[in-house]
């Protein structure tokens, strides 16, 4: 039987995991890919508050170094669903079944997709969701990256280093993105600002080839020849399996406040998969630790 088993093995997930060994409580966390979450594809973070300056690599592995050291267990399965009973949980995975005391979601957010034609056949072969796991294939190419959020803008940023252009393509004409990275992308002339555009196509025999835009207002059509298009259009929650566990939202994200507590007894939700106005590295981290400790005080 464990205290707490954690589903999912982000900045939320592992900041849980590190609070509860450290409050003695015997901890699982069930990853279904890899540790780390979504910063792992952050080239850099600049905001995490007391580190100036870190790569999103070196934050995760230095976080589940931390959850580990503490005496949290890891196990790399996929969780299927959740029977709750008054006085335990089962947690049913790919591979087995663990009993606990209490559940912590930390399932996180996936790739919001473009939802245009031939975009899952492509995927891999041009189209990506993250430039810093893909973008050193297309060093000397021409690249898009499509977006308009802090995302978007660093992924342009960071291809901007090695590719020969990189067109950055967004729905309006105003960034959601920091002014700081509009500012240090507008120096650079090799990246090309396509505003209020849409993508309408996806060319290429076997590749990407090129990308055919729609432009507002008149929805003119234009192609541009690329290798790659990054799509960096934000993330969408992946609770279905909760779904009859937990409430979600009308948008699909299980309803909890900021003491972490879900609509089931003993279950908590942390991070981007909670409702929640502000989906930050922060935010996901204090998410953890008030999951944790919300635990912690329903064991007793
Ligand atoms: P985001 O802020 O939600 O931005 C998504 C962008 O994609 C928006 O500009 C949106 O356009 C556009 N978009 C959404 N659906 C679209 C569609 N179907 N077709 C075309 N465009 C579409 O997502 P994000 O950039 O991934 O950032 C997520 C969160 O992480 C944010 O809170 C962000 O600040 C944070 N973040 C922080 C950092 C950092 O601080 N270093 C780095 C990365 C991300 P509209 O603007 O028109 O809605």
Redesign the pocket.
Known sequence: MYDIIIAGAGTAGLSAAVYGARAGKRVLVLEKEVYGGQIMS?S????YPGIRKISGYEFAQGLYEQAMEQGAEIKYEKVLEIQNSETYKTVHTSLSAYDSRTVILASGAKN?H??VAREEELTGKGISYCATCDGAFYRGKDVAV?????????DALFLSGYCRKVYLI???D?????KRLQDSLREKEHVIWVLES??AALNGTGYLESVTIEQEPDKGKKELAVSALFI????EPDNQPFASLVELDAHGYIKAAEDCRTSAEGIFAAGDCRTKT????TTAAADGAAAALAACAYIG
Not at 44 to 47: A, L, T, W
Not at 146 to 154: I, K, S, Y
Not at 174 to 178: K, L
Request: charged share 25%.
């Open positions: 952050a850099v973070v600049e905001n919001r473009l939802q499509v977006g308009g959020g802090n995302t978007a803008l660093e967004h729905r309006r105003q960034f959601r993105g920091e849409h993508v960096a259009i934000g993330q502000v989906r930050q590295l």
